[in-house]
């Protein structure tokens, strides 16, 4: 009776079946334990304790069985091969944008509601663009082998996203008011505030009666839009082969104790506007190339522009 209930419990694969295997055995009104608790009435009575003692044990481990066979079956992800006691799949972390793009994006919004579209330029540039049409002659120093990327003949990672102004100016008749974000490559000996590689935001309006009381209040607004109204910034006069006047734009550093250049402006002048076919007696035009990765640093405080490529996510996790 034992070896065969045993069996019967064991072999149970569905409710159905179990339940089937408890009321043979275990049946109140016609389980075998009933019947086999019945003979006792009818055993000798010296045999009787013997007997009483083994029906226990059979009665109970049959109770165990229908116990564990209950359990087994009555878990339905057991029949798909789920093991639901196994401890869960860890939620997938996401991830998310890096925060150069998220400050590209942010630059482009806030330009945008300034007026700006956005246009685009190669980063493998030829020296026509990168220097030529921009005023840089042959012997310039900002030509030296030792001071670009060149690739090969007449090529180069541009050095500046200046390009861009001479490919939109090419491309379309003023008025002109856009700005462009992208890598530019320099061998630069690299510290806290500068890389080999870094991005930069170009800006070009060409209009009739463009002046620089525009191109310092869209500076400012900027600034003011982008770094918050207790910004600091001033402009320092300075000197660039395809604008005239020039200037500098330094913004004073988080921790308020020094003053870090944000990027270079000024009039575009009278000769690059007539090398793409501009007249420069009825419109004039500002441009402005200010430092990605040091806008991004003033704002949130950070320290070192190393930070942007060696993607620790200690720091990338913090935008
Ligand atoms: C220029 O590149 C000019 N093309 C800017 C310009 C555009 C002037 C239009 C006039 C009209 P400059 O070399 O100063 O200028 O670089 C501009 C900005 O790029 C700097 O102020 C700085 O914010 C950033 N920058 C320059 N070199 C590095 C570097 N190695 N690492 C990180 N940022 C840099």
Same mark, same amino acid.
Request: glycine share 8%; hydrophobic share 40%.
């Given at each position: ?13 569905s ?63 057991a ?39 956005v ?30 990327f ?19 100016m ?5 008025p002109?008011?856009?700005v462009?974000?992208g ?19 170009? &800006?070009?309006? *060409?209009? /009739?009666?463009?002046?620089?009381? +525009?191109?310092?209040?869209t500076? =400012? @607004? $900027?600034a ?6 207790d910004?600091?910034?001033r ?23 020094r ?19 501009y007249?420069?007696?009825?419109v004039?035009?500002?441009?402005? &190339?200010l430092? *990605?990765? /040091?806008?991004c640093m003033?704002? +949130?405080g950070?320290?070192?522009? =190393? @930070? $942007? ?6 720091f990338?996790?913090?935008?």
């Amino acid at each position: 009776l034992e070896a065969a209930g045993l069996a019967a419990f064991r072999e149970a694969g569905s409710p159905e079946a179990v339940e089937a295997a408890r009321i043979e055995y275990l049946g109140q009104k016609q389980g075998k334990i009933k019947a086999a608790q019945q003979r006792l009435k009818q055993v000798e009575p010296s045999a009787r304790k013997d007997y009483g003692q083994r029906f226990n044990a059979v009665k109970t481990a049959l109770e165990a069985a229908w116990e564990s066979a209950k359990a087994r079956v009555d878990r339905p992800a057991a029949a798909s091969g789920l093991d639901v006691t196994l401890p869960g799949t860890p939620r997938p972390r996401l991830g998310h944008r890096h925060p150069l793009t998220q400050t590209a994006d942010e630059l482009i919004d806030l330009f945008g509601r300034l007026g700006f579209g956005v246009a685009r330029g190669p980063e493998v540039e030829d020296v026509f663009h990168n220097f030529e049409a921009l005023n840089i002659p042959p012997a310039h120093p900002a030509r030296d082998p030792a001071d670009n990327f060149y690739l090969s003949d007449g090529a180069l990672l541009r050095s500046q996203t200046s390009t861009i102004q001479i490919r939109v100016m090419e491309r379309q008749p003023p008025p002109v008011r856009i700005v462009a974000i992208g890598r530019v490559y320099r061998p630069d000996a690299v510290d806290p505030t500068h890389s080999f590689m870094f991005h930069q935001i170009e &800006g070009l309006m *060409v209009d /009739r009666g463009v002046t620089m009381a +525009h191109l310092k209040s869209t500076l =400012r @607004l $900027f600034a003011e839009g982008y770094l918050g109204t207790d910004v600091k910034i001033r402009f320092r006069p300075s000197f660039f082969p395809f604008t005239e006047p020039s200037v500098e734009v330094d913004m004073l550093w988080h921790g308020g104790d020094r003053w870090v250049e944000m990027g270079g402006a000024g009039m575009v002048d009278p000769d690059v506007l007539r090398a793409v076919g501009y007249d420069p007696e009825e419109v004039t035009g500002f441009a402005f &190339g200010l430092g *990605v990765e /040091r806008l991004c640093m003033r704002k +949130h405080g950070i320290d070192d522009i =190393r @930070l $942007f490529t060696t993607n620790d996510v200690r720091f990338l996790s913090q935008f």
